[in-house]
């Protein structure tokens, strides 16, 4: 990389664990010190692009440059990076602070974005109720995302969606989805509005593919091994169930969300044909 163009750094290269900027970002690894500091950690070359696309702006990113620099793509990010607080790590470092097996050279801490204010809007809002598993959490916000119905998710009573997992898990969905963090029923129920709220159950619910999906709605999935709680299925207007032929006794709870949203996805589409 020509000089002229390789990145400006923000001090010289940490090469220890005891950093004191080092301490700070694996602290963000606690739950607790995420919701103190409103902060939360993205890694790998895909997420912090993602994160930069969106506009969001690094409280500090950790680089090994070296191998950010083997690959077009590595030095095309290390040039966006440099506007922020760029900082050079080794490569025993960043592993150090790494949620995955092979770090690709750079981890971001962003700052929660507030959630909006605003009426909710789109055809579903997603409402996660006692759903624990940060994997399903984020296969699910990835789902969300890709369906293009879901505009909101919330959590209540469920895992921390800004988790490093659910992060990793959701691949960017975090950045495009309005996430309400950690809310409860008595907040929520007044911003749903006359939406029909649709509580997902393994059995005795109406079959997913007999509902009216082109009306707009509240989709309500709980954890798989509780399911939702007595507060969720008191709000419930209804219960929507997905009809398995096989022995299964269920599904996950990411996978029976994904298979709502896309039916609803295919529902609204085969509306606006008709439309045209």
């Known amino acids: 990389m020509p000089d002229d163009k390789r990145p400006r750094y923000a001090g010289p290269t940490i090469t220890s664990v005891a950093n004191e900027r080092i301490r700070f970002v694996r602290s963000l690894q606690r739950a607790t010190v995420r919701w103190k500091e409103g902060l939360f950690v993205v890694e790998g070359v895909r997420l912090v692009e993602e994160a930069l696309a969106a506009g969001q702006s690094p409280e500090l990113a950790l680089v090994v440059p070296e191998q950010l620099e083997r690959t077009p793509r590595g030095q095309q990010l290390l040039r966006q990076l440099r506007q922020f607080n760029c900082q050079p790590v080794t490569e025993a470092v960043l592993k150090a602070l790494s949620d995955t097996v092979t770090p690709q050279g750079v981890i971001a801490v962003l700052r929660v974005p507030p959630p909006s204010t605003k009426p909710l809007t789109g055809p579903v809002i997603l409402v996660l109720d006692r759903l624990r598993d940060p994997g399903n959490a984020g296969t699910i916000l990835r789902s969300a ?3 293009g ?3 909101t998710v919330a959590f209540i009573d ?3 969606a800004y988790a490093p997992k659910v992060v990793r898990a959701a691949m960017g969905a975090h950045f495009r989805l309005n996430i309400l963090e ?10 749903l509005g006359d939406r029909t709220r649709w509580l997902a159950t393994a059995h005795q619910g109406t079959p997913y593919d007999q509902i009216d ?4 709605c509240a989709i309500i999935l709980g954890g798989e091994a509780e399911g939702a709680g007595p507060k969720a299925e008191a709000a419930a207007s209804a219960a929507v169930t997905i009809p398995m032929a096989g022995s299964a006794e269920s599904l996950n709870a990411a996978m029976a969300g ?3 949203l896309f039916e609803v996805a295919r529902v609204r589409r085969a509306q606006m ?3 045209k």
């Open 273 to 275: 044909g008709k439309k």
């Open 158 to 160: 469920s895992v921390d």
């Open 145 to 147: 995302d890709a369906s």
């Open 213 to 216: 999906w082109t009306r707009d």
């Open 149 to 151: 119905v879901v505009c």
């Open 258 to 260: 994904t298979i709502l």
């Open 182 to 191: 950690d809310t409860d029923w008595d907040r929520l129920l007044p911003r």
